[in-house]
């Protein structure tokens, strides 16, 4: 991977990752239109610290009072019934469902889940879900309403996003307005819940760069700071714009990206497995 496509793919992971449209598949289609090669799994989870450390210092003043109290209450019990506290076990709670699904899928999330035809297909799926989410929840809940079965909930919706198309950000919002949260509230917990799951993912594959056929740590140290940086700005404005917006436009922008994917995987434009098909001297594809 050379310092262009880093820069490139870190501003793609950057301006994605939080708005529910997919960082995972924006960053594998972007190499596929490009006529890069798959960057990979570990590529993805590691310039993934980079937009996290954009959440930490987004929330940092809500953060730092989680994890204050959350400590506190393991040695006094006035503090456990303390709305941050509570939150920070109930992030610890919805944690457990990603941890557990994308240990035991490891190896297809590296290979069968990044069938570019299957993201395609999550986009439009899942965009569709979200849509309907927002028109029939009620967006009546609070976070200081959030209870261990709905942490639960939203883990798995969370874990969903293991498959590229689904959107972490997306599937997890999904899951929260299915369950009565307002668009913000369901945002902000989505937000927070994976920060110690993408965090605990990029370090995993922190030692799988520059290995084989993984991009250079340079390249990759690159994409991480770049798309920090657009990370925060993303944040701020999304945070603001879901206050009296609606996902639809997002919605709309997920079903024409899926469609175009398709139509593109089938007329044997784009391989499913890689990028452009190849053609031969006469123009045929292989």
Do not use: C
């Amino acid at each position: 991977m050379g310092w262009f496509e880093a820069l490139v793919l870190g501003l793609v992971q950057g301006l994605t990752e939080f708005l529910p449209i997919s960082s995972s598949a924006h960053i594998r289609l972007t190499a596929a239109f490009a006529g890069w090669d798959d960057p990979g799994a570990a590529f993805t989870a590691v310039t993934q610290i980079g937009t996290e450390l954009a959440v930490l210092l987004y929330f940092s003043r809500k953060i730092g009072r989680i994890l204050r109290h959350w400590f506190l209450s393991l040695g006094n019990r006035e503090y456990r019934s303390d709305p941050d506290a509570r939150m920070g076990w109930l992030i610890i709670v919805g944690s457990i469902p990603i941890g557990v699904l994308g240990l035991l899928f490891e190896e297809r999330i590296e290979s069968v889940f990044r069938d570019l035809r299957l993201t395609a297909t999550t986009l439009i799926v899942f965009g569709l879900l979200l849509l309907l989410a927002d028109r029939i929840g009620g967006k009546n809940r609070e976070l200081d309403q959030l209870t261990v079965p709905h942490g639960l909930a939203y883990g798995f919706a969370q874990a969903l996003a293991l498959i590229p198309g689904v959107s972490r950000s997306g599937g997890t919002i999904t899951g929260g307005l299915l369950l009565g949260y307002k668009r913000a509230d369901a945002a902000e917990y989505a937000f927070l819940l994976a920060v110690p799951a993408v965090l605990a993912s990029g370090v995993y594959k922190l030692t799988d760069i520059g290995e084989g056929d993984a991009p250079g740590v340079g390249p990759t140290l690159l994409a991480t700071i770049v798309s920090f940086g657009v990370g925060y700005a993303v944040i701020a404005w999304l945070m603001s714009y879901i206050k009296n917006n609606s996902f639809l436009p997002f919605v709309v922008y997920r079903v024409a990206l899926g469609v175009l994917v398709l139509v593109l995987v089938f007329t044997g434009v784009l391989d499913p497995d890689a990028g452009p098909v190849e053609t031969d001297a006469v123009g045929q594809g292989e």
